[in-house]
Every structure is written in C-alpha cells, then in structure tokens.
C-alpha cells in the first residue's frame, strides 16, 4: 500500500511558573493526514487544560435555551405543516418527503442549487444518547430519496453533501434536530480536495484510498472501531476536528449507489458514536458525509462521513475554531486517536 502515516515530535522547551521556575520540557505530537497533508497537533499537557478548552455542558442553561425556544420552533407540534417551504410537485410529490417522524423541505435560505433541511424526529431536543436508530435512518433514507429526485431532475447537479450541525455551538440557528443537504454544479472547498486527492491516488496507484485506508487500519487495529455491513468506523489519523470519527464505505462511490441496508447502518454506527460522545460529556457535534460526482463511473472515490464535536453548550463559551484552524488549516487532539477508538469500541460491542 502507498499509505504514509507520517508523524513527528517537536520539543518545546520553557521555565514554566507552574513548576516554579524550573525548566519544563513538552513533547509535541505533529501528524499528516495520508491522503490531504491536514495536520493535527497533540500535547499531553493540553490534558490538564481540556476543562478551559471544552468545559462541561451546563445543563441548566441548556435546558433554559430548550424551553424558551420550543413555542417558537418552527418544526415543533406539527406547525412544520405551515411554517416550512415546499418543492415543486415535479421534484417531489406532495412538495415535502415525510417517512415517519422525519420531514424534508426546502432551505429558506439556500447555500447552493439544492438545499435541503431534514427535520430529525419531533423531539424538540435530544441528548447525544437519544438519537434513536430507526429515526436516524428514516433521516439518511429521506435525504438519499431527496438527491435521487434531484439527479433525475438536473443530473448536471452532481455534487451533493449531507450535514449536521446539532446546537448553536455548533453552528446549529435552531436547536430543533436536523439535517442539512447540499448539492451544488461543483463541489465545496473540502470535498473538491477529497475528490481530488483521491484521484491522484488513483492515477498513482490504481487504487481506490478509502479501500486502503480501511484496509490498513482494520488490519492494524489502532484505531479501527468496528464494522457494520459495508461501513468501517474508525478514529482519523489526523483529525479535522475534536474527536473525529470516520465512517467509511468501501466501493460505493456515490450517493445513488446506497442501499436502504446502507441508510439503516450507518444509523446504527451514528448512533453508537453519539452515545459515544455523550459518555465522553459532549453535547454537540458536526458531520459531513461525501459523495462522489453522481452518475460518473470510476472507482476513485468512496462514501465517507467526518463527526466530529464541537464546543459543550455553555453561557458564554470559547469557540474551538480560531486562526489555528481557520487560517492554517491545523487541528489540536484532545484525545490521541488510537484511545478515542478503544473509547468508542465499548459502544459497538
């Protein structure tokens, strides 16, 4: 395989006023991602700061923002019936996909050609061990059944995403659950450098990346999680955001090519990895999952979703980007992600 994990350690070297004066050494722990170059940082003294970094969720204040918020949600007591767009009848039948408690409607205010909002169960709010399987996977079905009728409709519409951004320090401007779908004539920023990368792989090797990196990590078992069906879930090499966790499919390139048996596991890894993370005392999370260009043949690309968590709902908290990551393009481990894969494995067992 033509897979670098390429890592190496600075030394910071300081007379620190927690040690009196005295000279402290820290280790620095650099890592590049094999296929992208991203770099994440780990430092073991950053351990003693994490409550700084990430403070714990303070569940008064969450639960304050949940009731004052409910009346006037837009998605709660049925009033989505009324207060959410719909899409022509020649898109989607009846303007809304509704399959049990999970309704998608358009964006009112769209990011890109296609922008979708997937109303997540009925439940104004869930903590992150409330997400049930079978409403995840009536939200993952309705957002693939919603970029199927987009495909057959504009198939020049050809790049599509589905996102999450769950409360506001996430990014979240309701608390209401949901999911986001993206489908645009060209691709973002991230998924264009995956698209990419992955092709030069291809060209390089002849081989498709995410079958080798799923490949390698199951064998080496460091940070592979588990298997279910066709999806490995594994911890990143060098992590894009805290936490992150990876769930990939190994030989389906696009959207079009999942199965409902698809839809339904990978509801069943999101589930376990947001239990995961609450035991961990996280309360919100991000996660994108990519599609190749649909419709186009090739074996270059495959499937993959990145979660990763975000800032604990507090007051006043400290966002966790900052000109590390938003202008180098770095990220900091908090957990070093082989230990976040032995983590997350109790929650697969």
């Not at 949940?66 to 039948?93: H, N």
């Not at 509704?98 to 409607?105: M, Y």
């Amino acid at each position: 395989m033509m897979l670098e994990w390429k890592s190496w350690t600075e030394i910071a070297r300081f007379h620190s006023p927690l040690r009196n004066g005295a000279l402290d050494e820290q280790v620095i722990e650099v890592r590049q991602d094999p296929l992208t170059g991203h770099q994440s940082i780990y430092n073991a003294a950053l351990e003693g700061k994490t409550s700084i970094l990430f403070p714990a969720t303070d569940l008064t204040y969450l639960e304050e923002r949940v009731a004052a918020s409910r009346q006037a949600c837009f998605l709660c007591d049925g009033k989505w019936r009324t207060m959410t767009p719909a899409y022509p009848e020649d898109l989607i039948p009846g303007g809304r996909i509704v399959q049990n408690e999970v309704v998608l409607f358009p964006n009112l205010f769209s990011l890109s050609a296609y922008h979708a909002v997937v109303m997540v169960g009925e439940k104004h709010h869930r903590h992150l061990n409330d997400f049930p399987e079978d409403l995840l996977a009536d939200a993952v079905s309705a957002a693939l059944d919603f970029v199927r009728a987009c495909f057959q409709k504009t198939p020049d519409v050809r790049y599509f995403t589905i996102n999450a951004n769950y409360l506001f320090p996430a990014g979240a401007s309701v608390i209401h659950p949901h999911l986001q779908i993206l489908g645009s004539v060209e691709p973002g920023t991230h998924h264009r450098l995956l698209l990419e990368a992955c092709r030069a792989y291809w060209n390089r090797t002849g081989r498709c990346y995410w079958n080798d990196l799923t490949s390698a990590e199951q064998q080496s078992q460091e940070r592979h999680i588990a298997r279910i069906g066709r999806i490995h879930w594994m911890a990143a090499f060098s992590p894009m955001g805290v936490n992150e966790v990876l769930a990939v499919l190994p030989g389906v390139p696009s959207f079009l090519d999942w199965t409902n048996e698809d839809a339904a596991q990978l509801a069943q890894g999101l589930h376990k990895v947001l239990c995961g993370y609450h035991a961990l005392g996280f309360s919100t999370f991000n996660f994108s999952c990519y599609s190749g260009p649909l419709g186009e043949q090739g074996g270059s690309f495959a499937c993959v979703l990145r979660i990763v968590n975000r800032q604990n709902v507090t007051p006043h908290y400290r966002t966790d980007d900052y000109y590390f990551q938003k202008l180098l393009k770095n990220e900091i481990m908090i957990l070093r992600p082989e230990a976040l894969a032995a983590h997350m494995r109790s929650h697969f067992s």
